[in-house]
């Protein structure tokens, strides 16, 4: 009896002990932490990882979001949206700054809108030819021809809806009533153009060579860019997980809204298959999302506004819930990452929590078991500031990315001093987001590339070693950017292939 007794305690105890270790199992370690890439540029394109993409577009250096500014070679001033927007154009600004750039919405390759400061549009107020920034909305009005010199394309006239061209008779008087076609300098109508930035990703991609085109390009892309044999490749080289970039539209395919086009939904479901194959898991991020979460060409943004909110959360939601459903019950999917980089303070971190929690929830009602990850705000935010929220959660995610680049306080590091940044504040920054009883730490982005020039081969082996040594230590694992690149360090299987980082 007593015996009988012991043995029911101890099965008592075994299950207690196996409920309590479910219950906590969300902030345990995986056993086997994800040694990942970034299978960046290919679902959500980045014209700088592969810059032949863009080469057929006409007129490439004039997509959507290019950012000019218009010197009038008469005056030598710049046309200027008075007060941001909201008013007139005027010319009388001798130096260029926020309100003297426009934004180009390309309606074809050699017609745009243009777009100010303050988000308005410049066109020809009630069909005359007084030339205002005021409509929210584009048409006809909106619309304008950028004619190019011959001899010099930074030379530009704009031809404006009327078929007059837009001159600066004076520094107050800019109006669209000139018929003349010259181009000296003393012409009124003459303007110098100047790039100041520009985008290349999804949206000026296939805007840019629109629909005729736009759909045998991609695919061509999707066919060849990310292949079965690279899922071996990865396999074989020690990686256990690929992080899929995809945008908001991948929700709508085959027929998403234009100028996307569909056919990315089928690359995915590839990519599972493939996953699948080589005993790899997929993890899935959200990486544009509608209304742009940080401004950014990967964003899917078609101006570089970050406009993102809370009016955007049901429809976000909307797509985690399409990719929840559809890949729930495929034994690849590993996780869901919810918004990429979504970029502080133009995200509202109540707004960001509102809508992870709607996100983790969708995914739930379709997954008990896929990871949710929630990424981090870039800019001025706390890399704490998730993990009390994420601390109620199960099985979820906190997404790091790190990068030795993109900031002044790099640009004159040696190696040895980049070097020992990873190991010091690097390690002390994923520390603090990996605790015992809380959510998974993952530094979702990270690359061999810095801002040393010079660098030898033993340079980068031992920057890319000590990143390895450190996110190493991240209890969900770390993904790469990206598999491949046209700049050789960004490029982790031309990492591998050249004896540049060993994992």
């Known amino acids: 009896m007593k015996s009988l007794l012991s043995m029911g305690i101890m099965a008592y105890n075994i299950l207690i002990f196996a409920l309590v270790s479910f219950s906590c199992a969300p902030f345990l370690a995986l056993a086997q932490p994800f040694k990942a890439v970034n299978l960046g540029n290919w679902l959500v394109t980045e014209g700088w990882m592969k810059p032949s993409l863009y080469d057929g577009i006409p007129n490439n250096d004039l997509l959507d979001g290019t950012q000019v500014q218009f010197l009038s070679t008469k005056l030598q001033k710049y046309l200027s949206s008075e007060n941001g927007g909201g008013t007139v154009l005027v010319a009388n600004r001798p130096s260029a700054s926020g309100w003297e750039t426009f934004r180009l919405w390309r309606f074809n390759e050699t017609h745009f809108n243009l777009r100010v400061f303050n988000k308005q549009f410049v066109g020809l107020e009630d069909q005359g030819n007084k030339v205002t920034a005021v409509s929210d909305t584009v048409g006809n009005s909106q619309t304008f021809q950028i004619i190019r010199n011959n001899d010099d394309r930074n030379l530009v006239r ?123 898991k997929v993890i899935v991020d959200l990486h544009g999302v509608q209304g742009s979460q940080n401004g950014n060409d990967h964003s899917g943004t078609r101006d570089g506004y970050q406009e993102w909110g809370e009016s955007n959360i049901q429809e976000t939601v909307a797509v985690i819930d399409f990719l929840a459903e559809r890949y729930a019950d495929k034994p690849g999917l590993a996780a869901i990452e919810l918004m990429n980089e979504p970029m502080a303070p133009g995200v509202n971190l109540d707004t960001l929590k509102k809508y992870y929690q709607a996100g983790y929830d969708a995914v739930r009602k379709h997954s008990e078991n896929a990871y949710v990850i929630l990424s981090n705000r870039l800019g001025p935010a706390d890399s704490k500031e998730l993990l009390s929220f994420a601390s109620g959660l199960k099985r979820v995610v906190i997404d790091v990315h790190y990068y030795n680049l993109f900031s002044d306080s790099f640009n004159n590091m040696n190696p040895q001093q980049n070097i020992e940044y990873i190991y010091n504040q690097r390690d002390s920054a994923l520390a603090a987001v990996t605790t015992t009883n809380g959510p998974l730490s993952f530094v979702g982005e990270w690359t061999g590339e810095w801002a040393v020039q010079g660098a030898s081969m033993q340079d980068y082996q031992n920057f890319a070693k000590a990143q390895l040594d450190v996110y190493g230590r991240a209890t969900f694992g770390w993904a790469y950017w990206a598999y491949q690149c046209a700049a050789n360090h960004w490029s982790l299987k031309w990492m591998i292939e050249n004896n540049y980082i060993k994992l």
């Not at 704009?158 to 003393?186: H, K, P, R």
């Not at 110098?192 to 991609?205: F, R």
């Open 158 to 280: 704009l031809q404006a809806s009327n078929g007059q061209f837009i001159q600066a008779s004076s520094e107050t008087v800019v109006t669209a009533d000139y018929v003349g076609s010259g181009w000296n300098d003393s012409d009124p109508s003459v303007f110098k153009m100047t790039i100041v930035s520009s985008l290349q990703g999804e949206y000026q991609l296939t805007n840019g060579y629109g629909p005729d085109r736009a759909p045998q390009v991609l695919q061509d892309h999707w066919n060849s860019y990310i292949t079965e044999e690279d899922f071996r490749f990865m396999s074989e080289n020690s990686l256990n997980a690929v992080r899929i970039p995809v945008g908001w539209w991948i929700a709508s395919d085959p027929t998403p809204p234009k100028p996307f086009v569909g056919g990315s939904l089928k690359a995915l479901d590839n990519a599972f298959t493939w996953a699948q194959k080589y005993g790899m």
